[in-house]
């Protein structure tokens, strides 16, 4: 399957701070997804992107599509302490249409006050 | 803010026992799936379902079953729990990108079951 690499695995930053992460794949997709999942809940989507390239953001959060379609970024400027949690990238099986996703390892961010 | 719903939340239980984990989701996706995560891992695809009697296994092998009567239920079940299978279980759903809907890709996730066996 899809091989997808989350960098970095961790931050600490305080508040305030501005924060970017990471996603690259050993193989070009189609769409890139950004999840934000709080402590004991399940993965919410914040972002999605359809187009290399493409730049989408959803209040402080902005996501790039990579123009090689193998990597994307999110970047989370003034960071707050509610950002806290952990942030995947996904991405579908480009073989299949039926909507199964890779994720990512995650990115656990902590933000100090 | 998505309909999908799992019930419990929270469950503790001796090994041995027989659970069925509950998801249902309102939206009228044609898709499901279920993910096995450990705290602050990666999550993992156990199980999916194109739609009414299809049911397919994820990349993780799992000793646990799924079924799919109707479309918005998606339970998962495990005969006899183990401690192995202490983990956050979540059930996620997608919609099958007709005009009108989001786009298939777009997985909406419940808010998970945290499973402990003794």
Partial sequence: ?113 | EADIYQTPRYLVIGTGKKITLECSQTMGHDKMYWYQQDPGMELHLIHYSYGVNSTEKGDLSSESTVSRIRTEHFPLTLESARPSHTSQYLCASSATGLAGSPPPNEQFFGPGTRLTVL
């Fill in chain 1, 1 to 113: 399957g899809q091989q997808l690499n989350q960098s970095p695995q961790s931050m600490f930053i305080q508040e305030g701070e501005d924060v970017s992460m990471n996603c690259t794949s050993s193989s070009i997709f189609n769409t890139w997804l950004w999840y934000k999942q709080d402590p004991g809940e399940g993965p919410v989507l914040l972002i999605a992107l359809y187009k290399a390239g493409e730049l989408t953001s959803n209040g402080r959060l902005t996501a790039q599509f990579g123009i090689t379609r193998k990597d994307s970024f999110l970047n989370i400027s003034a960071s707050i302490p509610s950002d806290v949690g952990i942030y995947f990238c996904a991405g579908p099986d480009r073989g299949s249409t039926l909507g199964r996703l890779y994720f990512g390892r995650g990115t656990q961010l902590t933000v100090w006050p």
